[in-house]
Every structure is written in C-alpha cells, then in structure tokens.
T-cell receptor
C-alpha cells in the first residue's frame, strides 16, 4: 500500500534562516506531488506541484521554492525565512484521477 | 480560474442534529468532487468523492453528499451528528484530467454532547 512521510512534524526557525521540509511517498511510482499551506479560515493554498522529476509548477510567488530530485521525493525550501512563512505545511500525492492523499503536516513557526 | 465556496465557516450543532454543509464551485465543465475531513490533531483524510454516476455518494462514518450539476453544488450531509464528528471539513474540486485540486476555505464543525 502507498504511504506518505513528511518531516519534521514541528519546526521553530529564526527569521532569515534556511528551510528544508521533506516529503517522500512509498508504494507508487511517478505520482503527482503537492505542497499546500493551511491557514485558519483560509483553507488550503496550493504552493507547488510536480508531475515528474525536476518538473515544478509554482502557484503562488513567494519566498519559497520546491524541488523534486527523485521520483518520490518532494522538498520545500527557503533560503531566508520570513515571519509570514509561519504556518502549517502539507505534502500530498495523487495518481491519475485518484483523490489527494495527505501527509501529517509540518507546523512551522518563524520567530 | 476555479473557485470553491463553503458558505459556513463555523457550525455548532447538538448531538443527533442533522448536518448540511454547503459547497459550490465555479467551473462549468466536468469535475471531480471531494470532501475531506481533519479531526483535531490529525491529518486530512478523504471523506467521500464523486467522479461520475449516481450523484448521491456515500462516504465513511455515515456521511453523504449530493452532486447537483445545475446548481454547481456538492453539499455534505449527515442525518444525525455525533460528538466525534467535531472537525474541520473541506470541499475540493478538480477539473477532469487536470492535476490540481482547488479547496474551499473549510468549515469548522463543533458538536456539543
């Protein structure tokens, strides 16, 4: 069966520090991969998605970037975090017309 | 661009009350529709989905949703809620054949015992 792993679960980082959140999927090949940010009262905002290795689509211009170095690995990064980057980040995968499957999320607090 | 509207941001019900959460979307073509639920402290999980066929779909835990194409709606219902249904509920839409889902802003349901 397919599983999705996302880490870390929580992260506290100072302003200006770099960020790297990692997500891996097991049990499937060539999935579509997604990074969402969830904010209270604002639902889920799609940040990036990828349909293949090295293919990244950005939905919202901001201080973040994403990379897909391997088929089942999706990384969310920042060179210098801002206070406004605080939030709850969710990785998800999907294949074909299947529903999205979400990871457990990462609570990022930028201080 | 697609948009998804969930009309109620917060809903408070007593146990055994009936539930209906509204969801409307903007796209006029063929869509796939989903409801996701996030229980306190847990990850998002799929409640039910509609791809084609019978517009009344049944999901887990006694939930159902009805797709009404003419109204661009996919409302979530449950005849009798329980305290354990306290959670945030998200409606999502994707155009058939496309990669990205568009989510509503969510509805926080609080069921009082």
């Amino acid at each position: 069966s397919q599983t999705i792993h996302q880490w870390p679960a929580t992260l506290v980082q100072p302003v200006g520090s770099p960020l790297s959140l990692e997500c891996t999927v097991e049990g499937t090949s060539n999935p579509n991969l997604y990074w969402y940010r969830q904010a209270a009262g604002r639902g889920l905002q799609l940040l990036f998605y990828s349909v293949g290795i090295g293919q990244i689509s950005s939905e919202v211009p901001q201080n973040l970037s994403a990379s897909r170095p391997q088929d089942r690995q999706f990384i969310l990064s920042s060179k210098k975090l801002l206070l406004s980057d605080s939030g709850f980040y969710l990785c998800a995968w999907r294949q074909g017309a299947s529903p999205l499957h979400f990871g457990n999320g990462t609570r990022l607090t930028v201080t | 661009a697609q948009s998804v509207s969930q009309h109620n941001h917060h809903v408070i019900l007593s146990e055994a009350a009936s539930l209906e959460l509204g969801c409307n979307y903007s796209y006029g073509g063929t869509v796939n529709l989903f409801w996701y639920v996030q229980y306190p402290g847990q990850h998002l999980q799929l409640l039910l989905k509609y791809f084609s066929g019978d517009p009344l779909v049944k999901g887990i835990k006694g939930f159902e949703a009805e797709f009404i194409k003419s109204k661009f709606s996919f409302n979530l219902r449950k005849p009798s809620v329980q305290w354990s249904d306290t959670a945030e509920y998200f409606c999502a839409v994707v155009e058939s054949g496309y990669s990205t889902l568009t989510f509503g802003k969510g509805t926080m349901l609080l069921v009082s015992p």
